[in-house]
């Protein structure tokens, strides 16, 4: 078989976990290589050059990087409290570029990033991929013909693992993640938005550091990010969706739950098993639904998401290659963090916190 000739050429910025989980999605991609990386840190340089199936350079500064002329695109996969700053500097090129969600760790600076990127060429994606995760894009896509009829209700569960370590535990402190509801939650905030389709209008949230990181001590400073909530997203014409989150409860059989109910039935997104559920309200009973699993062949690298982040990159490699609009843009990757912030506020202030207080709406 005839090698597809390489004509995208991609630079990994910040390669930790996830920027190697990119370089393995970029390699399984045709036409699509990953020519450099940068970042500062010696192992995390030696894990991501050993990941590429090319040849590639290594800066230590992502600004040489975007300088090399050795890169199209990057994908910016640094710590959160970075991105803000990173997008400046990539928004100043001409590249191409994804970025790793959340967006930024304050809605600030999201809006600064989008001011930024208004005399921008390329194509400027937000790394949301949950969106792709096969069954959760049936679940998407059957609720927007009308599986449901009209949505009343969206849940979204997730009981996990904790966090994992990263580079210097950046991720044990709320100013450098945005906060739990920032940082792992902007994924549901954003599917309960895709899904609804209009904007949210408040937000109210419980929560607590109960279990997890309580003993975790850096230069005195104590560990001090969520690891569980409960968050109720209110939409126009008291559409509902709610956010259960506990990140000690690795004990469970279901990974993720995604649900949405309408005045006419209930479909359901399970993971890790992949599965698929429909009910229709006067053909099916309780128990008694249609449940199938759900896989995408056209995946070839399924990675830590589901294939999910593959089918990403897919995307974004297409908006490049025909120069069309970004199917996930930075107002999704604003708004996903704004609930966030307003859940955090709602918790630090025990009371509703309307999305009017956080994010500023131009015409609204």
């Excluded at 999605?25 to 940068?38: E, K």
């Excluded at 000690?248 to 739950?257: C, D, K, Q, R, V």
Aim: with cysteine.
């Amino acid at each position: 078989m005839t090698p597809h000739p390489i004509d995208v050429r991609y630079g990994i910025v910040g390669a930790g976990m996830m920027g190697v989980e990119h370089i393995h999605n970029i390699n399984h991609l045709p036409g699509a290589v990953v020519t450099a990386i940068a970042d500062p840190h010696p192992p995390s340089q030696a894990a991501a050059v050993a990941a590429a199936e090319h040849d590639v350079t290594v800066f230590d500064d992502h600004r040489h990087l975007l300088e090399s002329g050795r890169c199209d695109a990057v994908v910016v996969a640094t710590p959160n409290m970075t991105h803000v700053d990173v997008l400046g500097d990539v928004l100043g090129t001409d590249h191409h570029v994804l970025v790793e969600k959340p967006l930024c760790t304050t809605v600030a600076d999201c809006q600064q990033v989008i001011g930024q990127a208004a005399t921008h060429d390329g194509v400027v994606w937000v790394g949301l991929e949950y969106r792709y995760m096969p069954p959760v894009r049936q679940l998407i896509d059957e609720v927007h013909a009308g599986a449901v009829g009209a949505v009343r209700m969206v849940s979204v569960r997730e009981h996990r693992f904790p966090f994992l370590v990263k580079v210097n535990d950046w991720n044990r402190f709320s100013h450098n993640t945005g906060g739990t509801l920032v940082e792992k939650c902007c994924h549901f905030f954003d599917l309960m938005n895709l899904i609804v389709g209009v904007r949210p209008v408040q937000v109210y949230a419980s929560g607590g550091q109960d279990v997890n990181h309580l003993d975790e001590i850096y230069d005195g400073r104590r560990s001090d990010i969520l690891d569980n909530a409960f968050v109720i997203v209110d939409y126009p014409g008291g559409v509902r969706a709610l956010l259960d989150l506990c990140m000690f409860a690795e004990a469970t059989l279901h990974h993720e739950e995604l649900s949405v109910v309408g005045d006419t039935g209930k479909v359901e997104a399970v993971l890790p098993q992949s599965e698929f559920r429909r009910g229709r309200r006067g053909e099916h009973w309780m128990g008694q639904v249609e449940v199938e699993p759900v896989s995408d062949p056209t995946v070839l690298f399924e990675g830590f998401h589901h294939g999910s982040s593959f089918l990403e990159h897919q995307g974004f490699l297409d908006a490049i290659r025909t120069g069309t609009e970004p199917a996930v843009t930075l107002d999704d990757g604003l708004w996903s963090v704004a609930v966030g912030a307003a859940a955090h506020r709602s918790i630090d202030e025990g009371r509703p916190v309307t999305l009017a207080e956080v994010i500023d709406q131009p015409g609204t």
